[in-house]
């Protein structure tokens, strides 16, 4: 069973910047799409940035466009999630999620490996 690990979550003010990482803890998973949600309280889990890991091919939700950016970096088992300009509706948390087989990058049910998650929290 592959397992997710994600880090960096924390408290920053308005304006700051976090870095997110997750990867998979089996070394001879090789993922299609690999992508982050988060979920605020209250609110349902919406998709955030995912990246098809083949070719480099990237989404985004419209609000977190131009601030955050989605990469891997060496291996396919791990993506990032770099998070500027934070505001406090990105107060969430933040899961990691990977599929072996992906057709629309943000269709969360086609994602089958999901992380505990890790929190942001961003303050005025």
């Known amino acids: 069973q592959v397992q997710l690990v994600e880090s960096g979550g924390g408290s920053v003010q308005a304006g700051g910047s976090l870095k997110l990482s997750c990867v998979a803890s089996d070394d001879a998973f090789s993922s299609v799409c690999m992508a982050w949600f988060r979920q605020a309280p209250g609110r349902e889990r919406e998709g955030v940035a995912a990246?098809?890991?083949?070719?480099?091919?990237?989404w985004y939700t419209y609000s977190v466009k131009g601030r955050f950016t989605i990469s891997q970096e060496g291996a396919k088992n791990s993506v990032y999630l770099q998070l500027n300009s934070l505001k406090p509706e990105d107060t969430a948390m933040y899961y990691c999620?990977?599929?072996?087989?992906?057709?629309?990058?943000?269709?969360?049910?086609?994602?089958?490996?999901w992380g505990q998650g890790t929190q942001v929290t961003v303050s005025t």
């Open positions: 999620a990977a599929s072996s087989t992906c057709s629309v990058l943000n269709r969360e049910s086609q994602y089958n490996f």
């Open positions: 990246i098809r890991t083949n070719v480099g091919n990237t």
